[in-house]
């Protein structure tokens, strides 16, 4: 069925630029319907702390923010002008609320949401953290674009990170929508090998449901070997020439992912290329 409406969080000029050479391709292909979001910062004064801020300081903070909306929105432009499919340009006051609540609510009535990497350097404070929330909140599959990235169009060849747990589920079928007909997609499982592959019967089941699909789907096996999942999945999608990863995220605890480390924040610290996560 393919994608119809594509969500970009664009939250910064410095990364504008990357998550419309990732989008505007996908939009292309598929006829989609092209959201550009910018939420406009709100400069909140807290009741109990008293403090007087100057009218300068306000109209400076508006002018500024005023600035970031226009640079982003020229990128918009630039990219979609020439364009057949609908695009529009969101531009929205967070006010009383965090962007990342903006984000969620925008994301809701998107089939996938893409979004920059997170860079401190850049991001507003109300923009820390963002990617985690949007994808733990809105309930929709989140490409995160690495800072720079500028790679082949999305939908020719595909890895997911595979485990028998509702999140690689869903993003086993969250990649048929971004999925080229007859595209290569590798189902990679992270651990020991079976010592028979045909007793791997879940994972086949996959394999055959996305061959049903039209897909060329091909189940792979590979073992640790003292590196994380999020290294695996690094190491394969460049041995396989992958324009995507695709993993279910955040399936453990608050405590597992703070003491252990989980495979969502690694990869979101450490990504090589886009990353699809689903929850």
């Known amino acids: 069925m393919g994608l119809k409406t594509i969500l970009v969080c664009l939250t ?6 990357t998550l419309m050479k990732t989008a505007v391709p996908m939009a292309r292909k598929h006829g989609a ?9 709100a400069l909140l004064v807290y009741p ?20 970031q909306a226009e640079d982003i929105k020229s990128v918009f432009t630039t990219h979609t002008t020439n364009e ?3 695009s529009e340009f969101r531009l929205v006051h967070a006010e009383a609320v965090s962007a990342t609540d903006r984000m969620v609510e925008s994301a809701r009535a ?5 979004m920059a990497q997170e860079d401190k350097e850049h991001a507003r404070f109300d923009q820390r953290r963002a990617q985690i929330q949007v994808i733990k909140e809105s309930g929709r599959p989140v490409i995160v674009v690495p800072l720079g990235y500028d790679g082949p169009v999305i939908g020719a060849n595909l890895l997911l990170g595979w485990s028998d747990t509702k999140e690689a589920t869903r993003a086993a079928h969250d990649l048929l929508g971004l999925a080229d007909t007859g595209a290569k997609l590798t189902l990679l499982r992270v651990g020991k090998s079976p010592h028979d592959a045909l007793t791997d019967a879940d994972a086949i089941d996959m394999v055959e449901m996305f061959a049903r699909h039209d897909l060329d789907a091909t189940l792979l096996h590979r073992e640790k070997m003292g590196d994380s999942i999020a290294d695996v999945l690094n190491k394969v999608a460049f041995e396989t020439g992958a324009d995507l990863i695709a993993t279910g995220a955040l399936g453990h605890s608050r405590t597992y992912d703070f003491v252990l480390g989980a495979t969502t924040h690694a990869l ?11 929850k």
Do not use: W
């Not at 979101?268 to 689903?278: D, T």
């Open 48 to 67: 109990g702390i008293a403090m007087h801020i100057p009218e300068p300081a306000f109209a400076a903070f508006n002018a500024s923010q005023k600035k």
């Open 84 to 86: 057949d499919f609908v």
């Open 12 to 17: 910064t000029p410095e990364h504008a630029e």
């Open 110 to 114: 998107a089939d996938v949401v893409i």
């Open 268 to 278: 979101l610290r450490n990504q090589k290329l886009p990353v699809m996560f689903s």
């Open 33 to 41: 319907h092209l959201i550009c979001l910018h939420t406009v910062e």
